[in-house]
């Protein structure tokens, strides 16, 4: 699956505009370093988690580009799409400094990385006797889901490392998301984006039990009232935990 990654990174976007750091969460057995720039490998297995740091770790400290693209091995980019990188750039340049990261749609996501729901978004200001609606401009979201987003250097080094509580992974993408509104950026959408997300193949058997534990984690670590203010969760939320 990671082979298919890699190989779909380089049919389909222009060389020498980026590189590939391949973060081994000490996968046995050791996954190889062809089609990588830069191959790092734990030892022992932390956590996508931790992964994901020692691969942004790398970027921000070796680097001096100005973006880092947090991609999962089971994504693949869509054959003949050579745009992809390009116009995820542009979405996030067009969302102006404020903007921290775009994510990109897929067919397997939770709103509003979901392609379905996505559309709602940038048809155009309409209504209809139906009640249905859409926006032309690209509106903040409230998360992003870390299969495929872009982030500005400049809001990671300000934010910091993601919290590895959450290992081996769920929720940490979510945390995060907390993390880059209250300092103050925004997240967006790269509508123009598809990638195929294969997804749930890394916790495929420990999925359920870990969107368990660590949605307590995170309940444990945000106030109620933060969570309220940045609209992960409702009032009517609130007033049912309060019963």
Known sequence: MTANCLASIRRNTPPGVYRIILSDDGSDPSLSDALTDVFIRSRDSH????????????????????YALILDN???IPDGDLGWLARMITELEDGGPGTACVAATS????????????PQTYTADWNDEDGHGGY????????????CVLFRKTALKEIGSWDE?????????????????LAG???????????????????????????IENGEKFR?????????????ISPQELKEMSQ
Not at 110 to 116: E, K, R, V
């Open 47 to 66: 956590g996508a988690v931790t992964a994901t740091n020692l691969g942004l770790g790398v970027s921000l400290n070796l680097f001096d580009s100005e």
């Open 74 to 76: 089971d994504v693949l």
């Open 107 to 118: 067919g397997y996501s939770s709103p509003p990385q979901h392609i379905l729901s996505v």
């Open 136 to 147: 032309k401009d690209n509106l903040p979201v409230k998360w992003f889901i870390s299969y």
């Open 165 to 181: 509580r959450y290992n081996p992974g769920n929720w940490e993408d979510t945390d995060y998301s907390v993390r880059v509104r």
């Open 185 to 211: 950026y925004q997240i967006r959408v790269a509508r123009s984006v598809y990638v195929n997300h294969l997804g749930s193949k890394t916790f495929s058997d420990q999925l359920k039990r870990l969107l």
């Open 220 to 232: 444990e670590k945000w106030s109620v009232g933060t969570l309220l203010d940045l609209g992960f």
